[in-house]
């Protein structure tokens, strides 16, 4: 079943967010080693914007991952 743009988004953020954490940074911590400001970090981890896979890489990098990782839908509690 296709998944929605929105669902993406939600996919992605939250991924993003669990990178983030995971590296102990705050999203104003994350967002100068992305080279992204930090609002746009919060709005991306709330799936409220459609990134570009351009910076989509520039996040995996700084989260030591990869894009496709941050697109993986996971299961809850994992």
């Not at 590296?23 to 709330?46: K, M, N, P, W």
């Amino acid at each position: 079943m296709p998944v929605s743009e929105k669902d993406i988004n939600a996919i992605a953020g939250r991924n993003i967010r669990a990178a983030r954490l995971k590296l102990g940074l705050s999203q104003d911590a994350f967002a100068d080693v992305c080279q992204i400001h930090r609002t746009y970090i919060g709005a991306v981890e709330r799936g409220e914007r459609n990134i570009t896979l351009n910076t989509l890489a520039m996040i995996a990098k700084a989260a030591k991952t990869t894009p496709i990782e941050l697109l993986k839908a996971k299961r809850i509690g994992k």
